[in-house]
C-alpha cells in the first residue's frame, strides 16, 4: 500500500473514530434519562400488576372477554424495537424471537414498533396490522393508547385471535439486555407473578414485596365488579404495553452507547496500527532511496 493510500486510512479512520465518540457522548446522556424513568416506573407497573394477582380469582375477573382462554385464532405479535441501528445486537436479538416463533410454523400477524421491526415484516411478507415509528426517547402512556386501543380491537373479535404477545429487550444493566416474549391477552395470573418477579429491582426500597404476589385478598367493589374490571383491566394492558416501550429505549440507549464505546477504541487501535505501518513504509522508502544515492556515488567513483 503507497504512503498516500496509508496516510488518507489514516485520516479517515480518525474521523470515524470521532463520530463514534460523539454518538457514545449522545447516547450516555440519552442511557441516564432512558434508565432513571425505567426504574422509577417500575415500582408503579409492580404495584398495578400487584392489584390484579390480589383480585384474579374474582368471579367477575376469571369470567371478563380479556382473561377467558381460547383455544382457536392465530397470535398477533407485537414487536418493539428501535427506528435505529448502531446498537449492538438490541434489535437483531428481538427479531431472531419472531423468526423463531416464524419456523415454529404458527399462523400470526404483527404489530410492529419501531422501524427495524416494520422492515423486517415486509422483508419476510409477515401480516402486518399496524406499524408505529419514530416513538421519541420520552415515551409516555399516552403514546401506547393507540396501540392498545388496536390489540383489544383486534382481540375482541371472538375465532380471530386467541392470544397477543409482546416481544422486546428487557434492561437487566448498561451490559446487559435480554429479549423477552410476554403474553399480554388473555391476561394471565400466571404471567403476572412471572412478570412482577422480572420487574422488581434487586436492591433498594422497592426490592421487597410487602404483599405476597398469590395471597388472595377479599375486596368489596363499588359500584360493581364489571364496572371495575371493565376499567381495570385495559389500564392494566396499558401499563404492560408502556414498561415494554421503557425497558426497550433503556436497552437501545444502553446498547448503543456500549457500540459505539467499542466502535471509538476500535478506531483508536487501527489508527495506532496504520500510523506504525506508514512509519515503516516510510522508514523503508528512506533507506532504499539512501541505499540508491550511496550505490549511485561509488558507480561515479569507479
Same mark, same amino acid.
Given at each position: ?16 473514530? #470521532? ?96 422501524? &427495524? ?7 419476510? #411478507? ?88 398469590? #395471597? ?60 506504525? &505501518? ?25
Amino acid at each position: 500500500m503507497a504512503l498516500k493510500q496509508i496516510k488518507n486510512k489514516i485520516i479517515s479512520t480518525k474521523k470515524t473514530g #470521532k463520530v463514534t465518540k460523539a454518538m457514545e457522548a449522545v447516547s450516555a446522556v440519552k442511557m441516564r434519562k432512558s434508565q432513571e424513568r425505567a426504574f422509577l416506573c417500575r415500582p408503579y407497573v409492580h404495584a398495578a400488576l400487584r392489584i390484579l394477582s390480589r383480585v384474579a380469582q374474582s368471579e367477575a375477573v376469571t369470567t371478563h372477554p380479556l382473561v377467558v382462554k381460547r383455544e382457536t385464532g392465530k397470535t398477533l405479535l407485537v414487536v418493539v424495537t428501535s427506528d435505529k441501528g448502531l446498537a449492538g445486537s438490541v434489535n437483531s436479538a428481538v427479531l431472531k424471537k419472531v423468526e423463531k416463533f416464524k419456523a415454529s410454523g404458527e399462523d400470526f400477524a404483527m404489530i410492529a414498533v419501531g422501524r &427495524k421491526a416494520v422492515e423486517f415484516a415486509l422483508r419476510e #411478507k409477515i401480516e402486518l396490522l399496524g406499524e408505529y415509528t419514530n416513538v421519541h426517547d420520552e415515551v409516555t402512556i399516552e403514546d401506547v393508547k393507540e396501540i392498545v386501543t388496536k390489540i383489544q380491537t383486534a382481540f375482541a373479535e371472538v375465532g380471530v385471535y386467541k392470544k397477543v404477545e409482546i416481544i422486546y429487550q428487557n434492561f437487566l444493566s448498561t451490559f446487559e439486555q435480554e429479549a423477552t416474549m410476554r403474553k399480554v391477552l388473555p391476561l394471565d395470573t400466571a404471567e403476572v407473578h412471572f412478570m412482577m418477579r422480572g420487574i422488581r429491582p434487586r436492591h433498594g426500597k422497592f426490592s421487597e414485596d410487602t404483599v405476597p404476589a398469590d #395471597k388472595m385478598i377479599d375486596h368489596t367493589i363499588e359500584p360493581s365488579a364489571e364496572v371495575v374490571f371493565n376499567t381495570l383491566i385495559p389500564q392494566l394492558i396499558e401499563i404492560i404495553v408502556f414498561h415494554a416501550f421503557l425497558e426497550s429505549k433503556a436497552s437501545e440507549h444502553s446498547a448503543r452507547m456500549v457500540a459505539m464505546k467499542n466502535a471509538t477504541d476500535k478506531s483508536k487501535e487501527v489508527a495506532k496500527f496504520l500510523t506504525l &505501518k506508514f512509519n515503516k513504509a516510510r522508514q523503508a522508502a528512506i533507506t532504499a532511496e539512501v541505499a540508491e544515492i550511496t550505490g549511485g556515488m561509488e558507480a561515479m567513483k569507479k
